[in-house]
Each structure stands twice: as structure tokens, then as C-alpha cells.
């Protein structure tokens, strides 16, 4: 198993993938720049992929086969982090729509953050489709 970031060579098979998503109707070109893949054999066994807004960087997807171990996930999560970094993000949010999630964003460093304070496009979080889900979020420093 490899970690690979996106790039010609694994362009399509990134694209591949995201098509076969059934709530992605549109794949921009940030997102397809802005992901990293564990891959074996030419399938996809992980993916984060994310988009940036200023200094802050928003998980968009974190995609993972069950059995994936868990030192592969940190892998995974550590590449993007450092791609992050590299990118001079300074924080990253995830909008955690699984209970069962918590607990492996915080196994990464993520922590939970207070819904109340966090606006979109000027809206209250709490106030749009996300309000049901937990905002995690990790510094860059």
C-alpha cells in the first residue's frame, strides 16, 4: 500500500473515484488537487481531500475501507496534514456527519469545537444543513 498525492499519473483513477460518489455532482479542481490517496494495486483504499478558504482548510471528504487499519488512516491523515502545512494553512475543520468518527479525527490531534461561534458565508453553523454535525478542528500553529 502506497500514499500518493494527486498528480498526473493518478489523476484518473482519482476521478474514477469521485465520480462514483453519489452526493458529488461536481468535481472541482481544487478538490482533485487537494487529495491524498492510499492506493493498492490501482484501487483507492483511502482518501482526504479538501478545500482552502484563506489560511483554514475544509475537509471535504475522508473516505475509508472498514478494514483499513487504523496506523494506515494516521498515515494517510499525517501526508495531508504535512500538504497543509507546506501550504501555509494554519487550521483545518472537518464537519463530522458520524458519531463513530470522533474518535478517530481526535486520535489525529482534531478537537471539537463549539458550534455556536462558527459562521457560513456569514451564517450561523447552526442555522444551515451542517448543524447536526460535530465541527473538529486541528492547528497547523
Known sequence: MEVIHANEKSRPLIESFFKKLPLLEDISEELL?????????????????YECFDKIALIRFFIFQKELPENWLKTLMEEV????KANRIKKVLSFV????????????GFSEVDKKNLYLDETPLAKTDFNLNQVMVYSLG
Open 33 to 49: 488537487v487537494n487529495t491524498v490517496i492510499l492506493s493498492e494495486n490501482d484501487i483507492i483504499k483511502g482518501l482526504v481531500s
Open 81 to 84: 496534514l504535512q500538504k497543509m
Open 97 to 108: 456527519t458520524q458519531p463513530k468518527m470522533v474518535p478517530i479525527f481526535s486520535s489525529f
